[in-house]
């Protein structure tokens, strides 16, 4: 356990990588991740969405759109008929 806060306390301190040419701090990517504080991912498999999952998406983001704009134009909704 003594470990873990150790590397801990080392990865809170930020690397130095520089600055900009407007004197910013450079950032170092993951840099203050703790070793073995984090699983690696299985791989950039599951980061991509196949076609026919992006399509379901949009069309259930389409459906809801459409959905909210006919709430909002219908007067005979229960959502208007309790705001009067």
Not at 18 to 25: C, D, E, I, N, V
Not at 60 to 77: E, I, P
Request: net charge positive; charged share 30%.
């Amino acid at each position: 356990a003594d470990e873990g806060w150790s590397r801990a306390s080392r990865a809170a301190e930020p690397a130095a990588a520089g600055t900009t040419r407007s004197g910013l701090p450079k950032r170092v990517p993951q840099a203050q991740l703790v070793p073995g504080g984090i699983e690696p991912k299985g791989g950039r498999d599951r980061s991509r969405r196949t076609p026919d999952e992006v399509r379901g998406l949009l069309s259930a983001y389409h459906r809801g759109v459409q959905r909210g704009r006919t709430a909002g134009t219908d007067l005979n909704s229960t959502s208007t008929k309790e705001s009067r």
